[in-house]
């Protein structure tokens, strides 16, 4: 029988951002104790948090004070250096763990995983050499997608090539890294679903989110996705079986994709909370943060039934760039909320907070979200 983390007990988080701002409101907001790990001081966790270390993601010593004062350990984003989680994994429990961390945070050993076991990927080929690419290139045809292997996110580290003669130029132009080529994929749209695993092996599946993106960052997320039974069905079984085939303790996001000729095709893997769930946090009965907790701490999940359909909307750093938004504007509209993550400087594409609202459809939801948006540039 393995044993649950109570209440009271200590939580360590890798990463300070959001994403580990939410949870740790979740956290504390059940009774525990937190702990952030993250390189720069006063970060959006460490605002909320009981603790921080201030300190880079490979300082081994750092992660060991960090293990030594906590029950257990999470990470919020899959780029935590695994040998950083491994050097822990004796003082304290990991989840997800290392392993876990090790295929999310490499394309070439993702994408290998996820074929291995069967799960529906766009064709692809690991690019190591200038004949790899050659070669690719003549089996995936164009146009296709040049991604490094890892640290790329938002679309960083990508490249679209629509003519093979283009391949070596746009190779070059991501410095030779390892990468993966891609068949670029004709998109119906991008969905995403966040599953929950306990050490238990329980589990608990979200509804599915319709994602947009601008830039290749997220824009609009909304939830439930409004598509039809039977694919929403078909998407949280393709999450739920790739969180058992990885045997993951915490949450996994799969993103997807439907392709214009009906296919479901999982595009990455995010073994943590997710920019797509953030609508839970107004809007279910447990929001990922809550369930986040409970599934590393072994305590039975939460329902991730949803109280009305819901949407959200990201508020990047430009919003700032002709001054303050208007919030008050905003917030006149009663099914809003409001979400800043405590970040002094708003960078262009820096993501600042989000928007939440709710309607009784999925498309009111994000109509009066979208315009909840427009109004924060209405002038006083
Ligand atoms: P990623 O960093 O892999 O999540 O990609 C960022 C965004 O680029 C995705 O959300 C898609 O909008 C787009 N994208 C990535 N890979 C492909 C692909 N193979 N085909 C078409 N669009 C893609």
Redesign the pocket.
């Given at each position: 029988m393995q044993e649950s983390i109570l209440p009271r007990s200590t939580i360590g988080i890798f990463g300070g951002g959001q994403l580990g701002r939410m949870a740790s409101i979740a956290a504390k907001r059940m009774g525990y104790r937190v702990i952030v790990l993250d390189p720069t001081p006063d970060c959006p966790a460490g605002q909320v948090a009981d603790d921080e270390i201030t300190a880079p993601y490979d300082d081994i010593e750092a992660a060991k004070k960090l293990a030594n004062q906590c029950h257990v350990v999470t990470s919020e984003f899959e780029n935590v250096p695994a040998e950083t989680l491994e050097a822990i994994e004796s003082i304290v429990p990991v989840r997800p763990s290392s392993r876990v961390l090790r295929v999310a945070q490499n394309r070439i050993a993702e994408k290998n995983f996820l074929a291995q076991n069967g799960f529906p990927v766009?064709k692809f080929r690991p690019i190591l050499s200038s004949d790899d690419l050659k070669e690719a290139i003549k089996e995936i045809s164009c146009p296709a997608?040049l991604?490094t292997a890892t640290g790329?996110?938002?679309?960083k580290g990508?490249r679209k090539i629509e003519r093979k003669e283009d391949a070596e130029r746009a190779w070059a132009s991501l410095g030779h890294a390892e990468c993966v080529l891609?068949?670029?994929?004709f998109?119906e749209r991008?969905v995403s679903v966040i599953v929950a695993r306990n050490l238990k092996g329980e589990e608990a599946v979200y509804p599915v989110a319709e994602n947009t993106?601008s830039n290749?960052i997220l824009d609009t997320s909304v939830m439930p996705a409004p598509i039809d039974a039977q694919l929403a069905k078909r998407a949280q079984e393709l999450a739920m079986a790739i969180a058992r085939a990885l045997d993951v303790v915490g949450l996994l996001c799969v993103?997807m994709?439907v392709s214009a000729d009906g296919r479901l095709l999982v595009?990455?893997l995010a073994p943590r909370p997710h920019n797509s769930g953030h609508q839970t946090f107004d809007a279910a009965v447990t929001s990922q943060f809550e369930q986040l907790i409970r599934a590393i701490c072994n305590l039975p999940l939460g329902s991730t039934e949803l109280y009305r359909p819901v949407a959200i909307a990201n508020l990047l750093g430009d919003l700032w760039q002709i001054g303050e938004p208007n919030w008050l504007a905003a917030l006149e509209m009663p099914d809003v909320k409001l979400h800043l993550y405590g970040k002094a400087e708003a960078r262009p594409g820096r993501k600042m907070g989000h928007l939440t609202a709710t309607g009784k459809t999925p498309d009111e939801a994000l109509q009066k979200v979208i315009s909840a948006r427009k109004r924060l540039l209405a002038l006083e």
């Open positions: 766009p997608i991604k790329g996110y938002d679309g990508q891609e068949e670029f994929v998109l991008e993106h290749h993103e994709f595009n990455e």
